[in-house]
């Protein structure tokens, strides 16, 4: 079922207002990654199989400790095959597209704790009402 037109304006306004608010929020919930390591996903692949190889070693020798070794070499393969890549690290914020990045800068004020800033942050979304 198709959203009626004040639906969809109500809508567009709810996002502005979330990459207004809280573009830091949006930027680590969003699920936009960069560009994909095939470097590390490949190197990641190949630990894997190396892992694969120490647990079965470790089966077929019937140390223990080799085999737990090469789960824990599985594990790391793993890890670094679906870890992001760079573009995904630096914390750049992915922007939509058509409309301006909605990056603002953070203001931290040294005396205020972090109770301080969010009851100030409270306050302004409810307009100042006590």
Partial sequence: MPLSEQEQRLLE??????????????????????????????????????????????VIVKMPLIGVLGFAI????????VSPGKAGRTGATPSTPGRASPIRPRTTSSGGDFMTRLNDRWEKRQGGQD
């Fill in 13 to 58: 306004e709810m996002e502005r207002s979330l990459y207004h608010n809280d573009a830091d929020f949006v930027a680590t919930v969003s699920g936009r990654r960069g560009k994909p390591n095939y470097t590390s996903l490949v190197v990641g692949v190949l630990v894997f199989v190396l892992g694969i190889a120490a647990l079965a070693t470790g």
């Fill in 74 to 81: 599985m594990l790391a393969g793993v890890l670094l095959a």
